[in-house]
């Protein structure tokens, strides 16, 4: 093997790490949120199993027969069964056929989770953006967790979180990538695409600030409600007395 050969493998090992490195680099809390309430999942499932076969195996000791070394080495090897059982079901990643229809309450996550997965495949400005696009979706989904799904405001987050964005990436990656540079109608696929997501970025955060500005006023609402009824009473109490 010639040295440039050598260098070209090299070279490709180190793409190959650097883009698995990206890929499991989460852009959000939230997606970590939710794979981390996967884990804890799984885990007490795991634990669940193990102590029933405990159990199990206390009883027959003490009912029917000592388990003896022969016993304690099946009860053992049991054990490594139940947690390689449980402990094999991998997180479910989300489609974009998915997210459209995903529970509002983790819309966010799911999304960036999704984003996770696509963003080693964008241009270097593009991936910047999504990880700006996911600091917004933490941002968002706060407010998620109490909007009601059948709201006008719940309707139009879906289609921009769960519908434009996904499309807008997907049909980037859906052009040959040998095409994503030529110009197409005045402008290339990947600034058509890093457009795409500065304005997408800008709706999701004006979407989050307009959800925190209407709880904002309905806290200062109920505050100016609570001075009234109290302050007032007070007022009102103070002649008598």
Same mark, same amino acid.
């Not at 069964?81 to 309450?105: I, M, T, Y």
């Not at 999704?114 to 700006?132: F, M």
């Not at 109490?146 to 052009?175: F, H, M």
């Given at each position: 093997m010639?040295m440039?050969?050598?260098?070209?493998?090299?070279?490709?090992?180190?793409?190959?790490?650097?883009? $698995?490195?990206?890929?499991?680099?989460?852009?959000?809390?939230?997606?970590?949120? @939710?794979?981390?309430?996967h884990?804890?999942?799984?885990?007490?499932?795991?634990?669940?199993?193990?102590?029933?076969?405990?159990?199990?195996?206390?009883?027959?000791?003490?009912?029917?027969?000592?388990?003896?070394?022969?016993?304690l080495?099946a009860?053992?090897? @049991?054990?490594?069964?139940?947690?390689?059982?449980f402990?094999?079901?991998p997180?479910?990643?989300?489609?974009?056929?998915d997210? &459209?229809?995903?529970?509002?309450?983790?819309l966010?996550?799911?999304?960036?989770?999704?984003?996770?997965?696509?963003?080693?495949?964008?241009?270097?400005?593009?991936?910047? @953006?999504?990880?700006?696009i996911?600091?917004?979706? #933490?941002?968002l989904a706060?407010?998620?967790?109490?909007?009601?799904?059948? $709201?006008?405001?719940?309707?139009?987050?879906?289609?921009?979180? !769960?519908?434009?964005? &996904?499309?807008?990436?997907?049909?980037?990656?859906?052009?040959?990538?040998?095409?994503r540079g030529?110009?197409?109608?005045?402008?290339?696929? #990947?600034e058509?695409?890093?457009?795409?997501?500065?304005?997408?970025? $800008?709706?999701?955060?004006?979407?989050?600030?307009?959800?925190?500005?209407?709880?904002?006023?309905?806290?200062?609402?109920r505050?100016?409600?609570?001075q009234?009824?109290?302050?007032g009473?007070?007022?009102?109490?103070?002649? !008598?007395?």
């Amino acid at each position: 093997m010639t040295m440039s050969e050598v260098d070209k493998v090299r070279l490709s090992a180190t793409s190959a790490i650097e883009r $698995s490195r990206t890929r499991r680099r989460p852009i959000g809390t939230k997606s970590v949120a @939710l794979r981390r309430q996967h884990l804890y999942k799984k885990l007490g499932r795991m634990l669940i199993a193990a102590g029933v076969v405990l159990i199990g195996a206390a009883v027959f000791g003490a009912l029917i027969q000592p388990l003896g070394f022969t016993g304690l080495l099946a009860l053992f090897i @049991l054990l490594i069964g139940v947690a390689v059982l449980f402990g094999r079901s991998p997180f479910p990643e989300p489609r974009q056929a998915d997210l &459209p229809k995903a529970d509002l309450k983790q819309l966010a996550g799911r999304t960036e989770i999704w984003l996770e997965a696509q963003r080693p495949a964008l241009p270097a400005p593009a991936r910047q @953006l999504v990880d700006g696009i996911g600091v917004q979706l #933490d941002l968002l989904a706060p407010q998620l967790q109490t909007l009601d799904a059948a $709201s006008p405001a719940a309707a139009n987050i879906r289609k921009l979180v !769960g519908e434009d964005l &996904p499309e807008l990436v997907a049909g980037y990656q859906r052009i040959p990538a040998g095409l994503r540079g030529e110009a197409h109608a005045g402008r290339t696929p #990947d600034e058509t695409l890093v457009g795409g997501l500065k304005t997408l970025e $800008s709706e999701i955060g004006h979407a989050a600030r307009s959800l925190a500005a209407g709880e904002l006023d309905k806290l200062a609402t109920r505050e100016r409600y609570l001075q009234l009824k109290y302050q007032g009473l007070e007022g009102d109490e103070t002649p !008598g007395a």
